[in-house]
């Protein structure tokens, strides 16, 4: 307990009119002032003092720290918090002595004060709020300060005083509900998105003011409520965005935004990205203000967002996509991976060539399933996308004289699905064969494998094998290959002439390969284009054909450095 000496040495008086003969007026002020910092500050109350049997103590602490004592509780306040004591208490209040506090003050009592403490139900010996009182007693203060008739200026002090208690009312509203008063207008809030909101609507529907709506949300999650609202709107639209349904156009009606330029500057405040970015998974650049980075001759195994599933492994396609760069800043992508993944994988290359519309001097499609080819039909539906990319050439291996079986068997259209898709990219397309040679920059692409070669049983076998070379490191690339076409392989290359230092795991490192190529090609580094679950179904046996998946077990296991794009992007050096 504070030792109870009083200590008045650095306070300022607004009012000094000490009278306890008029404690039952309908109004009287008796003391008003302002408390400078005092570290010795200390004020003790006794019944056995008259003036405290009747007077009322209302404090604003405007700047440091205090504590209250009274009734064996001690009470911390500090800057922001409003104070309470009651009549007929024996409170000992007084300052931190590192941080003594500053505050406004007024003692007073009265008729009209008895009627507006049991009106308020402000019975208790004690009250601390947090709120910003200042306004409240800083405006009785200017009140008495200015007058010359404690008579006059009284009905300006009731009004006053019933503005204070009204917040004071307000404060213990929002203290008493707390979270479940937050929570029920966050619930109607979600309600009500996609209808129009007023905030001042809002709080009287839950019989409060704005000002004390403002400082529940600002208390609960740091937000006003203007700013929450529209927190929660662009969560919406980030959800109605990649549901790909409605327009951007029709998502900003929606919420009832001005018009979509409205939404966009507000979207894009919040996200740091435009809708239609945030729609396709692009991570904006800044265009060609971003300085290239310095020439080299880089791999990179795209984490597809596939890739990255952790469900328990059945079968899920995880797509697949490769990008590499030129010294030149060029690109050669080698699929891409599936429609999803067309924004994260335009990105990589944007950000990897300083360019916010990178060149793609090639575009490599291994065979037409739909986690390989999606990206690049993707990118020709979608008018903002294909703004994002320029394509060069497309190459695929489907010959014409090969497609009608292709056709009859498997029952797709491929190679009128891929000419479509060219035609709507305005690129080049080209269909290799086995023994071409293709060259962007330092890059060579040699192609070993194609479907003139062998037309197999089914899509997989028709995946294009081809090796690209530059710098000083060469990586071989299957596609989803079986054993068939690469013994087809074997047939027609040496070990010498299939060595590589990089080998892509054929279909996605499952139930693919073939050991005696994989030994041919003998790469020390190994990509594994597949889920951590599909790998560790693999790795553990629980695979369904696991006399199939031996070829890429065995690969995987004497790797000298394992890649999964499950685990994120990788990017390897080819010129070192």
Request: proline share 4%; charged share 25%.
């Amino acid at each position: 307990m504070k030792e109870r000496t009083n200590h008045h040495v650095m306070e300022k008086f607004i009012l000094n009119n000490i009278n306890p003969d008029r404690q039952n007026d309908l109004l009287y002020i008796e003391q008003a002032g302002i408390t400078h910092p005092d570290p010795e500050y200390c004020i003790s109350r006794t019944r056995k003092q008259r003036a405290f049997a009747y007077l009322y103590v209302l404090e604003y602490v405007v700047s440091g720290k205090g504590y209250i004592e009274c009734e064996g509780q001690t009470y911390t306040v500090q800057a922001g918090d409003f104070y309470f004591l009651n009549r007929g208490i024996e409170p000992c209040y007084y300052a931190d002595p590192d941080k003594p506090f500053e505050k406004l003050w007024i003692n007073i009592a009265g008729g009209f004060m008895n009627l507006m403490t049991a009106s308020y139900q402000l019975t208790m010996p004690v009250l601390v709020c947090h709120f910003d009182a200042d306004p409240g007693v800083g405006r009785i203060h200017d009140i008495l300060s200015r007058t010359d008739s404690l008579e006059a200026c009284q009905p300006d002090v009731m009004r006053a005083l019933i503005d204070l208690f009204e917040r004071i009312k307000e404060n213990r509203i929002a203290q008493a509900s707390g979270e479940s008063l937050f929570a029920d207008i966050c619930k109607k809030i979600e309600r009500e998105l996609c209808f129009p909101l007023n905030i001042d609507q809002l709080a009287h529907d839950f019989y409060i003011s704005r000002s004390t709506l403002y400082r529940l949300f600002m208390s609960n999650c740091g937000l006003s409520p203007k700013q929450y609202i529209l927190s929660r709107k662009i969560e919406l639209a980030k959800l109605l965005l990649t549901r790909n349904v409605q327009s951007i156009e029709e998502i900003a009606s929606i919420l009832h935004f001005a018009d979509a330029k409205h939404f966009g500057r507000v979207f894009r405040a919040q996200v740091g990205v435009s809708p239609a970015s945030y729609r396709f998974g692009l991570t904006e650049t800044g265009g060609d203000r971003v300085a290239p980075k310095p020439g080299r001759t880089l791999l990179w195994q795209y984490s597809t967002i596939a890739s990255r599933d952790t469900r328990p492994f059945t079968w899920q396609a995880v797509g697949m996509g490769y990008v590499l760069r030129t010294a030149a800043g060029r690109f050669i992508v080698v699929d891409g991976g599936h429609d999803r993944d067309a924004g994260p994988l335009i990105s990589l290359m944007q950000r990897e060539s300083g360019k916010s519309r990178p060149e793609v001097a090639l575009w490599m499609i291994t065979h037409p399933h739909g986690d390989h080819t999606g990206v690049l039909t993707r990118l020709a539906e979608e008018s903002y996308l294909k703004r994002q990319v320029r394509i060069d050439t497309v190459a695929y291996s489907l010959p014409e004289h090969f497609a009608a079986k292709v056709f009859s068997d498997h029952g797709g259209n491929y190679l009128a699905a891929l000419r479509a898709t060219a035609a709507k990219l305005g690129c080049r397309c080209i269909c290799p064969r086995t023994g071409d040679r293709l060259h962007v920059d330092e890059l060579t692409v040699e192609i070993f494998f194609t479907q003139e070669d062998y037309l197999g049983e089914e899509i997989n076998d028709l995946s294009m094998v081809f090796r690209v070379s530059g710098g000083k490191k060469s990586v071989m690339f299957c596609g989803d290959a079986y054993h068939r076409s690469l013994r087809v392989v074997m047939q027609k290359y040496t070990a010498e002439q299939l060595h590589s230092d990089i080998v892509q795991a054929a279909h996605h490192a499952l139930d693919g390969g073939d050991s005696a190529f994989y030994r041919m090609v003998g790469a020390e580094t190994v990509l594994a284009p597949m889920s951590r679950p599909a790998y560790d179904a693999m790795m553990t046996g629980q695979y369904s054909t696991a006399d199939y998946t031996r070829p890429n077990r065995e690969l995987m296991q004497g790797a000298g450095a394992l890649h999964l794009s499950a685990d994120g992007d990788v990017c390897i050096p080819l010129d070192e």
